[in-house]
């Protein structure tokens, strides 16, 4: 077999949706598994969605996600250009669109708007509604169609499909997928604008640039009848098919576009690693021999076999997304964490805190990043809470036993000099043992009064490390105005 080659070719109208993030990652994958070429290939053909600056956003996520490509419209790998507007402009596709005119496979259409929406519609095999083409001006003579041309009527170029008879193409993933020819649209090659529609570049472009392996949504299945129709009649190789399940929500519907973690920006703003969502992306309709789930990108292409794809629906399910991209967190390096969680902690604590100690606490407690913000906030300031908080079964405490645990332990630590996790931890041990009390004891009202909540990242200890001496004293005092009612 041929050296393996793969592409993948958004089209720049947007941000890049998460079936489109898969359908990179898997293209990739097959091509880094396998030692071949993987091509980025823009396929800029639909000029009314056109987004100038989405073509940025492609780049940036790409290099985000590291899906380095080995040729694109960046790095020229003799099968240029890869931007098909700059191919368009060339002449290339209206080249072989005359081709297949010239064979009898094509032929120049003329029909109007007005003409167009009177045709009649059917149900195909599968129950969906189809509007085929009728073939109106496949019997204008060659004579008709130049005088057509030569008086400037609007065109465009259709394929042209037999009525009888079946096509049959063949799926990685699908199998054998059969269709009647009668369902098969004379689909339109070049758009009256003189531009090819997105079904006909993308054949002309996978065959010459060497494309091997075609992965997609299987939202193609149903086009891939005429792609092999234009393989034949151009007597080229067709490539191995690999369509790639539908993914949808919760609710087992499509992934909208809509929906509010549909894109890779998307997720990446609400405080998900990049790292976390390739390989969460990864694992939407493929699975490893071993049910593994955590994989570096490096991982995935030693591990990755697109034959165990599912025909089965994926669902972006957001809490396992979530648990994911908290183990990614925790195993994450210090200092990196830091640099991500500054922002959200800058947003909540003002005060001159050591930002470190804060993001070290929260680092294996958090699933986004954004849960930052309410896992910290009572370092700017106490919240209000009620003294219900103080009781505590486990720890056989309640609201008046804590009061006179504070009030006892307070002189303890106004002569405590260094007031760091460690050194505070070991004065309150020993004070817990010099009177007999269990250290959980201790602990839960000193977390609860220099806290004010039921739940913190890091104990008492921990937090009055953050805090240091004088606000963490303060706060106890506090603590003890309120549990006395005063």
């Not at 599912?310 to 990614?328: C, H, I, Q, R």
């Not at 003002?350 to 906030?377: G, H």
């Not at 804590?402 to 630590?413: C, K, Q």
Request: with cysteine; proline share 4%; aromatic share 10%.
């Amino acid at each position: 077999m041929n050296k393996v080659r793969t592409r993948f070719a958004p089209s720049p109208t947007g941000r890049m949706h998460v079936g489109n993030l898969r359908t990179a990652l898997y293209a990739y994958l097959i091509a880094r598994h396998e030692g071949g070429d993987f091509i980025l290939r823009v396929e800029d053909t639909d000029q009314e969605r056109f987004v100038a600056e989405a073509l940025d956003i492609i780049y940036r996520t790409m290099e985000k996600t590291g899906l380095v490509h080995d040729e694109g419209p960046d790095k020229d790998g003799g099968y240029g250009p890869y931007v098909q507007s700059e191919r368009t402009a060339s002449g290339l596709y209206l080249k072989y669109a005359k081709q297949l005119v010239e064979q009898g496979d094509a032929y120049y259409c003329f029909c109007d708007k007005e003409r167009l929406a009177s045709l009649k519609t059917s149900v195909s095999s599968d129950g969906t509604e189809i509007v085929n083409y009728d073939k109106h001006c496949l019997g204008l003579s060659k004579e008709e169609v130049e005088a057509n041309l030569a008086a400037g009527k609007p065109w465009v170029i259709r394929l042209n499909v037999p009525n009888e008879g079946t096509t049959t193409f063949h799926d990685e993933i699908y199998g054998d997928i059969t269709v009647p020819n009668e369902e098969l649209d004379d689909m339109i090659l070049i758009k009256s604008d003189g531009y090819p529609t997105y079904n006909f570049a993308n054949v002309i472009d996978d065959h010459l640039m060497e494309i091997t392996h075609v992965v997609r949504g299987n939202e193609y299945l149903s086009s891939a009848p005429k792609y092999n129709r234009l393989y034949e009649a151009f007597g080229w190789q067709v490539p191995v098919y690999v369509h790639c399940p539908l993914i949808t929500d919760e609710n087992h519907k499509k992934l909208s576009k809509r929906c509010g973690h549909s894109s890779y920006e998307d997720l990446l703003e609400q405080g998900f690693v990049s790292e976390a969502v390739v390989n969460f992306v990864a694992l939407l309709g493929w699975c490893p021999d071993d049910n593994r789930e955590i994989f570096s990108l490096e991982e995935l292409v030693e591990a990755f076999d697109y034959r165990h794809m599912s025909k089965s629906p994926a669902v972006f399910d957001t809490v396992k997304l979530k648990w994911m991209n908290g183990e990614y967190l925790k195993a994450m390096e210090s200092e990196r964490f830091y640099e991500m969680a500054k922002p959200y902690i800058e947003e909540v604590v003002t005060k001159d805190f050591d930002y470190k100690k804060i993001a070290a606490l929260v680092k294996t407690r958090i699933e986004v990043l954004p849960d930052i913000r309410e896992q910290i906030d009572f370092f700017e300031e106490v919240p209000e809470y009620d003294v219900s908080l103080y009781t505590h079964k486990k720890m056989k405490t309640d609201a008046e036993k804590s009061l006179a645990l504070l009030r006892e332990v307070l002189p303890v630590l106004e002569t405590q000099g260094n007031f760091d996790n460690d050194a505070l931890f070991e004065t309150l041990k020993a004070y817990a043992g010099e009177k007999g009390y269990k250290i959980g004891y201790v602990m839960w009202p000193l977390r609860t009064a220099v806290s004010g909540k039921q739940n913190t990242p890091g104990g008492a200890t921990e937090i009055m490390d953050v805090l240091g001496k004088e606000e963490s004293l303060a706060r106890i005092r506090r603590a003890i105005e309120k549990l006395a009612g005063e």
